[in-house]
């Protein structure tokens, strides 16, 4: 089988240069689409039925007919990534609302989960504030669409500081995530993350993490949060389906406390993992 990229494309397995929207796709000419991106080890995806309901809650919001086809998700991951040759993959679904007249369009990349390395676990992430602001209000905040160009910006922001990530606060200057993940603090032996109403996305790896640390005794909980509570925290930390919990070490060049990952997160970090590897 050619491991070459290979796209899943409304129905059929394409090599990747194959793959096809319409021109007048309305994900294509408007953002009018949502995505998903996951991690499947194995072909094995954690906590999918809670992407899967998550796109489903997008996309009444948006009025895109989810194709039928995705009750085979779990089906398609494992082809999908074994026909890419690739164990540990970092998925890519896009469902966008399709041609005038037409049907949505459903298509499914993978490729290397190779975007958070070992070292990055080891000695944490560094941030900057962005000065891009998320809209706490906009019913886009709650849901993965396709109009990401805000999360874009503020990562190039970021990058271009000398910085891996981009915090994100809300109009009213309260922390509501970065440009790709949840945001989490430690504070006084507290697991605190901004809650939904305050602009972060309903994270499928943030749920699963407040319901592990509460499983563990771990007090958390959402709270609204500013730059100085991050200032004063103890432990700062991201989570995404792609890199789990990753510790956040420094903002805008001042160390979350000792500027070293935390045992908090590296205990949260070790308690997702294993819940899913074993899933």
Known sequence: MNSGPWTYNNGAFLPSN????AAD????LRGNGLFET???????????????????????ELDIVVPADVVRLPEIVKELTERCCVADARVR???????????????????????YPPEMYAHGITATIASVRRN???????????????????RREALRAGAGEALLLNTT????????????????????????????????????????ATSAGIAASEATLTVDDLRHADEAFLTNAVAGVLPLVSVDGRDVDSGEPGET????????EEAAATA
């Open 38 to 60: 996951f991690r499947a080890r194995q072909g094995h995806v954690y906590l999918l039925d809670r992407h899967l309901a998550r796109l489903r809650t997008g996309a009444n």
């Open 93 to 115: 679904l896009t469902l966008t609302a399709g041609a005038q007249d037409g049907q949505p369009a459903l298509l499914l990349q993978a490729r290397p989960a190779t975007d």
């Open 18 to 21: 194959e793959a096809r929207v």
């Open 265 to 272: 997160t590296r205990r949260l970090r070790a308690l997702y």
């Open 25 to 28: 796709d309305a994900g294509l």
């Open 136 to 154: 706490e209000t906009s019913p886009l905040t709650h849901i993965k669409s396709l109009s990401y160009l805000d999360n874009l910006l503020a």
């Open 173 to 212: 200057g309260s922390l509501a995530e970065s440009s790709t993940a949840n945001v989490f603090i430690v504070l006084g032996g507290d697991v605190l993350t901004p809650p939904i109403a305050d602009g972060p996305l309903p994270g499928v790896t943030r749920s699963a993490v407040l319901e592990l």
